[in-house]
Nanobody, 129 residues
Framework: QVEMVESGGDLVQAGGSLRLSCEVSGLRFPFRESAMGWFRQAPGKEREGVACISWSGEGKYYADFVKGRFGISRDNSRGKIYLQMTDLKPEDTAQYYC????????????????????WGQGTSVTVSS
């Protein structure tokens, strides 16, 4: 079965940095051929797509609210994706989930923000002001 195990969330002060990791296994299609991403959900709010990365890592897409601050990357040899977060703001506080693009494809679609499906529990990021 599909497993996605996120880690790296923490409590940090505004302006700080975190690096989230996610180990993925059991996808229907090979991880190295799958677009992947991250989304987040804050309590009482709708989920938000944060970033998407193509199968090769060459295509990277970000929500406007994280552009210039967050960076997505992947290691296909290890089945992992990462989210480097810098200049964190209190509004970044949320549960962060790694996700596969659904339907599975190599590149991120134009609707990637709504096309990410998570299988894990997420990791909690709290940014204090």
């Amino acid at each position: 079965q599909v497993e996605m195990v996120e880690s790296g969330g923490d409590l940090v002060q505004a302006g700080g940095s975190l690096r989230l990791s996610c180990e993925v296994s059991g996808l229907r299609f090979p991880f190295r051929e799958s677009a992947m991403g991250w989304f987040r959900q804050a309590p009482g709010k709708e989920r938000e797509g944060v970033a998407c990365i193509s199968w090769s890592g060459e295509g990277k897409y970000y929500a406007d609210f994280v552009k210039g601050r967050f960076g997505i990357s992947r290691d296909n040899s290890r089945g992992k994706i990462y989210l480097q977060m810098t200049d964190l703001k209190p509004e970044d506080t949320a549960q962060y989930y790694c996700a596969e693009h659904e339907p599975s494809r190599r590149t991120c679609s134009k609707e990637w923000g709504e096309a990410l499906r998570a299988w894990g529990q997420g990791t909690s990021v709290t940014v204090s002001s």
